[in-house]
């Protein structure tokens, strides 16, 4: 008998308390009389799934938002128990939730570890009181340090912080002193974004009235520089352009993103890529719901990507891990040398010294990881040339990129 095919399985929970100005992900505050119907469309969706995934074990499964600790624990055990039934658990899969500090309890936390939550991350964002404000988080610090040691009380083996830089007047020295306040609460795992302004956010408006002024990009770059130092000092690894962990702490449900793997995305506005083609699920709760109650799943749309566009983003993606790719899994893949599809532009990005070959890998140099869209620029416009089509911008990016 062959060995089971692993999935990742995506939970999209889209409420919020408050729509932070910077975020553009699909998220609502003010629906807290919808989250039982919609655990309800969860479910029912993850059950529609069910014959389409024969064959298949779950390897993780993680909840993301929005913030998915905003909903009921019941709610998110009851999601967990749905995707058991549709399809094996491996024994070490990886459940993961994201949380805002603050709001989980720890009666929560305790049914969350014991339905299997192995996983947490805490939307820590800065230890400064002011910069939370200019974030909108509802949090004050010592909430993080609450939610943390509430996280460890309860045996979840796994706990990351997020934090944020290259906020408009940050100093380095405020940047520092989360990082330090960060590292003093000993998390597994942290996540390092710098903030970008999205179009059509609250806060791409302040820019354009001139009422908030971006950091210069050079003052960002030197921010993440020197948390890349700071924490390798500290004894996490850099495993990813924004990620960092203790050995055993890496994110594996991320890795299946990174590596081009198969993953369902259940719920609202939630992306999958199954088999070769990637969908994307109806946006507003509301109208979800609608859509699993009629059809039993709600694909808004459904594409195969083109070969030229399939390339580009297994290549943006292998890029963002520190240790590259094998120019094997290329070849593999999609039955063509990387010299065929894509030498001129790997060629002119390591020339450029962005790109590097290392124990028969491709990867980013130190420099390369402050510029990972460039390169994925100089790919696409390859790419696009030799295909006559124009492929789909790069997903993800340097430390530029939230």
Known sequence: MSAPLPLAVYVHIPFCVRVCGYCDFNTYAGMDAVKDAYTGAVTDEIVAWAPHIPGREVTSIAFGGGTPGEMPPESLVAIIDAV????PLAPDAEISLEANPGTTSAPALRDLAAAGVNRISFGAQSFDPDELAFLDRVHTPEATSASLHLAREAGIPSVNLDLMYGLPGQTPTAWGATLRNALDLAPDHLSLYALTVE???????????????????DAVAAMYEAAAAHLEGAGYRQYELSNWSRPGHESRHNRVYWTWGDYLGIGAGAHGFLDGERFENIAHPRAYIDAVRRDGRAIASAVRPDPATSMLDWLALRLRLVEGFEPAAFVETFGESLEAAAGPPLDACRAAGLLEDAGGRLRLTARGR???NEVAVQVMLHLQEHAGQSPAAARGGGPGVA
Do not use: F, K, Q
């Open 84 to 87: 058991r039934a549709a399809a």
């Open 370 to 372: 402050l510029l990972h």
């Open 199 to 217: 179009p059509g956010t609250p806060l791409d408006g302040r820019v354009e009235r001139g009422e908030v002024t971006p950091l210069d990009p």
